[in-house]
Nanobody
Framework: QVQLVESGGGLVQPGDSLGLSCAQS????????MAWFRQAPGKEREFVAA????????SYADSVKGRFTISRDNTKNSVYLQMNSLKPEDTAVYYC?????????????????WGQGTQVTVSS
């Protein structure tokens, strides 16, 4: 079983930066594609960023491209999301997800394992 734990959420002002982490302690994540999704109140869960199991080929939603960076450290069984130039519309619960494949893709329905989510609120 893969158990993912996110951390790093919080309340920030527009233009600020915030980093999220996702860790898995019981199994290696090196054979999993990883991704971040987010869900705002009353909205569907949406793709944010994904990264292959080797750490190459990151992909991003258009809404975060150039502001967010996904990365991973397989030696630490962790995946990260660095968020810069945050906007109020980035406010959501952010979820880490894993799929036992080389590449993950943008469809949340294809991911097998999920974290509990961490709240990110961008407000002045």
């Amino acid at each position: 079983q893969v158990q993912l734990v996110e951390s790093g959420g919080g309340l920030v002002q527009p233009g600020d930066s915030l980093g999220l982490s996702c860790a898995q302690s019981e199994r290696t994540l090196s054979m999993f594609a990883m991704a971040w999704f987010r869900q705002a109140p009353g909205k569907e869960r949406e793709f944010v960023a994904a990264i292959s199991w080797s750490g190459d080929s990151p992909s991003y939603a258009d809404s975060v491209k150039g502001r967010f960076t996904i990365s991973r450290d397989n030696t630490k069984n962790s995946v990260y999301l660095q968020m810069n130039s945050l906007k109020p519309e980035d406010t959501a619960v952010y979820y880490c997800a894993a799929k036992p494949a080389r590449y993950g893709g943008m469809d949340y329905r294809t991911y097998d394992f999920w974290g509990q989510g961490t709240q990110v609120t961008v407000s002045s």
